[in-house]
């Protein structure tokens, strides 16, 4: 390539003809693709560098994110660490024709964030998807194929009771009059795959004595002061089960799950709370309307077990997984 075949032209339209040093003939056009062909090789030594710097930067990043994950523990876990508990957990979908199919879609997301916890919890349970069909399955294959893929999850189109050894089943109820204390790793515990606000009122106790299987509710009131009604949505019972398994308290995995707008305050701390509710009451409008909305909850019961799961199905939305 000859530099001064460039140097020598003096076209000024836009494909003309210039004569170069040598014997050849170059148009505009061509003598541009040259000049940037010995750009590019000029600067071949300044890609490398650059290339390698990215590189280089990318690797510190790489550190800097492990070193932040082992830093801080509640970020996401590396898999690795995992201990994997025998205990089986199990969503039952046998409800799907109970829903509409904006509460279906709520449930899917539960759903997904189920696996998603389990995935990165440090004792993942076996975890069980049963009955899975109807307008749920349709609306996994419509949102995201990707279920398909999923790890570590029996999904089964069949009934639990179907699979499973009735003597191993425990169906998890807020309306048991039994409360857990332990959690028995050889049993299979299982959660009412259901978003229903409550309208269904004790459908997942009736259908564990139906099938005449042991049940249980989560020893919530022992803990825990709410200032709604005990039933929880799906996947913050999976997530406090999980929660257990690690900390092995009780407490302290309610109130690592629990959102705030739950209400939730540790038994024997009402008070203070109620304290610091008055004193702040003067100080601000905000809290006023916050007082006038707990009277509302107070004498509204009803309308609060519907907001209560509501708001939480909610806020599983908004989480990515
Ligand atoms: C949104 S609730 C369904 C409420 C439904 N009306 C019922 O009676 O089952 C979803 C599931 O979470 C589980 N669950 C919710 N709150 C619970 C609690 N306090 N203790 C044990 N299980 C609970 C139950 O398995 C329930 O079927």
Redesign the pocket.
């Known amino acids: 390539m000859s530099s001064d075949v460039v140097s020598d032209s003096r076209a000024d339209g836009n494909d003309q003809e210039v004569q170069g040093g040598g014997s050849e003939t170059l148009s505009k056009r061509q003598r541009k693709k040259l000049l940037k062909q010995q750009q590019w090789e000029e600067q071949r030594d300044l890609r490398k560098q650059k290339r390698k710097e990215r590189k280089q930067q990318r690797k510190l990043e790489r550190q800097t994110q492990v070193e932040d994950r082992t830093d801080c523990p509640d970020r996401k876990r590396i898999r690795k660490e995992a201990e994997p508990s025998s205990l089986r957990l199990v969503i039952?979908c046998s409800f799907d024709s109970l829903m509409m199919l904006k509460d279906v879609k709520k449930l899917h997301k539960q759903i997904q964030r189920c696996y998603a916890e389990n995935r990165r919890a440090a004792h993942p349970v076996q975890f069980y998807i049963t009955s899975h069909g109807g307008q749920l399955k349709q609306n996994m294959d419509e949102i995201n194929k990707g279920w398909v893929n999923w790890k570590d999850v029996h999904i089964k189109s069949e009934h639990f009771h179907e699979i499973l050894s009735k003597d191993d089943l425990v169906?998890?109820?807020?309306?048991?009059p039994n409360i857990?204390q332990e959690l028995d790793e050889a049993k299979a515990y299982?959660?009412?795959?259901?978003?229903?606000h409550?309208?269904?009122?004790?459908?997942?106790?009736?259908?564990a004595k139906e099938l005449g299987i042991a049940h249980?509710?989560?020893p919530?009131s022992s803990f825990v002061k709410m200032n709604s009604r005990?039933?929880?949505?799906?996947n913050?019972?999976f997530e406090i089960m999980l929660a257990y398994l690690e900390k092995r308290d009780w407490k302290e995995a309610f109130f690592t799950v629990l959102p705030q707008r739950k209400g939730a305050v540790p038994v024997g701390q009402e008070n203070k709370q109620k304290q610091d509710e008055d004193s702040e009451d003067s100080d601000t409008n905000e809290t006023g309307k916050q007082n006038s909305e707990n009277e509302k909850d107070q004498t509204n019961g009803k309308q609060e077990e519907h907001e209560t799961?509501h708001n939480?199905?909610d806020s599983c939305e908004r989480t990515d997984v």
């Open positions: 039952d169906y998890l109820t807020s309306d048991s857990l299982v959660i009412g795959g259901l978003v229903d409550n309208h269904h009122k004790g459908i997942s106790f009736e259908r249980a509710q989560l919530l005990k039933v929880l949505a799906v913050h019972v799961e939480l199905s």
